[in-house]
């Protein structure tokens, strides 16, 4: 059973940063897709950044392109999202996500992940 554990959330300050980090486990990580969502109270779980199996291709969504980076380590079975230049509008229960998808494809929806993290609380005060 693939296992994913979230880590990295904090409170700070805007214009801090932060980095998350996802371990997986029972999987074999690099033919896994990975992405990273986000969810605030009373809102939808919203898209945030995702990286292919295989080549390492990523997206990011137009609310965090420029600030947030999506990683991964294939040899630490590990995906990081950097977070820089964090707003308060990013303050979210941060998820990550994991499809087995040898491929370039990116996917974008929630639904087209088949695991899921537990959350890890980001909270930007300004």
């Known amino acids: 059973q693939v296992q994913l554990v979230e880590s990295g959330g904090g409170l700070v300050q805007a214009g801090a940063s932060l980095r998350l980090s996802c371990a997986a486990s029972g999987c074999t990580f690099s033919s896994y897709a990975m992405g990273w969502f986000r969810q605030a109270p009373g809102k939808e779980r919203q898209f945030v950044a995702a990286i292919s199996a295989g080549s390492g291709n990523t997206f990011h969504a137009d609310s965090v392109k420029g600030r947030f980076t999506i990683s991964r380590d294939n040899s630490k079975n590990t995906v990081y999202l950097q977070m820089d230049s964090l707003k308060p509008e990013d303050t979210a229960v941060y998820y990550c996500?994991?499809?087995?998808?040898?491929?370039?494809?990116?996917?974008?929806?929630?639904?087209?992940?088949?695991?899921w993290g537990q959350g890890t609380q980001v909270t930007v005060s300004s």
């Open positions: 996500a994991a499809r087995s998808l040898w491929s370039s494809i990116i996917p974008l929806s929630p639904a087209q992940y088949n695991y």
